[in-house]
């Protein structure tokens, strides 16, 4: 049970179930990307990065 809570609350699935969609949406609102595959690939370019380095480094705050 601590593994599952573990994972639902790391970087990585906050960046994928909630950075994603928005950085999605943005893009499609700004129109930086067209709706459907481009945005969903903008999207993905933008919260999979930030969601590794959050990861790795165990933090979304980058200043210490």
Same mark, same amino acid.
């Given at each position: 049970?601590? !593994?599952?809570? =573990?994972?639902?609350? *790391?970087?990585?699935a906050?960046? &994928?179930?909630? #950075?994603?969609? &928005? *950085?999605?949406? +943005?893009?499609?609102?700004?129109q &930086?990307?067209? *709706?459907?595959w481009? +945005? !969903? @690939? ?7 990065? !930030?969601? &590794?380095?959050?990861? #790795?480094? =165990?933090?979304?705050?980058? @200043?210490?």
């Open positions: 049970m601590k !593994l599952l809570i =573990g994972i639902l609350f *790391s970087p990585m906050f960046a &994928l179930g909630f #950075l994603w969609p &928005l *950085s999605c949406q +943005a893009a499609i609102a700004l &930086l990307a067209e *709706s459907g481009p +945005a !969903l @690939i903008a999207g993905a370019a933008v919260a999979i990065p !930030l969601g &590794l380095v959050a990861q #790795l480094r =165990g933090s979304w705050v980058w @200043i210490r």
